[in-house]
């Protein structure tokens, strides 16, 4: 069975401070791994992905095959970047997503 | 381009009772997800549908079923409402149902069952 954890509930840091948001899943097989995130009042809309390779609003996430981790990371976190980040995990060739608990992600100013 | 739609946004429901909840896809997509969030939660995977077939089922008993039209809107089903079912549901649309597709979601219907 695959599976998302997410072990921190809750991420506080000071504006400008690195972040990392963590993401460990359990999977056998190949997987797609995503972000997603939802700033308040907002919809959950997706962030990356581990494909595309890409650095989105200052965000990078590198999938760890031994490790099997795929860690949410921003060098000089902004205000405008609290809101609740979810990690999923799409196994390949199925379309059953698996998503993790969420992490809150405060940054004061 | 319009974004995918949801109704109705809140819901009262008594346990025993049936629900359905509704889903507009974004323009142009043809695959629909619905997910369970349950508070503190991350959403949970229902089903999803490819053009008017589900294709993909998670842990759910049978009593969620759902529908795609022909226009790609979709609705959600709950029969024997218990009071567990309480939740957001959240829809979802992408465009075919294809490796790294994005979905686009939906605000949610906040559904409470008494």
């Known amino acids: 069975a695959q599976r998302v954890t997410q072990p921190e509930k809750l991420l506080s840091v000071f504006k400008g401070a690195p972040v990392e948001l963590k993401c460990n899943y359990s999977?056998?097989?190949?997987?797609?791994l995503f972000w997603y995130v939802q700033y308040s009042r907002q919809r959950l809309q997706l962030l990356l992905r581990?494909?595309s390779r890409e650095s989105i609003k200052g965000f990078t996430a590198d999938l760890n095959k031994g490790e099997t981790s795929f860690h949410l990371k921003k060098p000089f976190a902004q205000e405008e970047d609290s809101a609740m980040y979810y990690c999923?995990?799409?196994?390949?060739?199925?379309?059953?997503?698996?998503f993790g608990r969420g992490t809150s992600l405060i940054v004061h100013p | 381009e319009t974004g995918v739609t949801q109704s109705p946004t809140h819901l009262i429901k008594t346990r025993g009772q049936q629900v359905t909840l509704r889903c507009s896809s974004q323009?142009?997509?043809?695959?629909v997800s619905w997910y369970q969030q349950a508070l503190g939660q991350g959403p949970q995977f229902i089903f999803q549908?490819?053009?008017?077939?589900?294709?993909g089922r998670g842990n759910f008993p049978p009593r969620f079923s759902g529908l795609q039209f022909p226009n790609y809107s979709s609705e959600l089903n709950v029969n024997a409402l218990e009071l567990d079912d309480s939740a957001l549901y959240l829809c979802?649309?992408?465009?075919?149902?294809?490796?790294?597709?994005?979905?686009?979601f939906g605000q949610g219907t906040r559904l409470t069952v008494v």
């Open positions: 999923a995990l799409r196994s390949g060739g199925s379309y059953i997503p698996t």
């Open positions: 999977y056998s097989g190949s997987p797609e």
């Open positions: 581990h494909i």
């Open positions: 979802a649309s992408s465009s075919g149902d294809r490796v790294g597709a994005e979905a686009f």
């Open positions: 323009s142009g997509h043809n695959t």
């Open positions: 549908y490819y053009r008017e077939e589900e294709n």
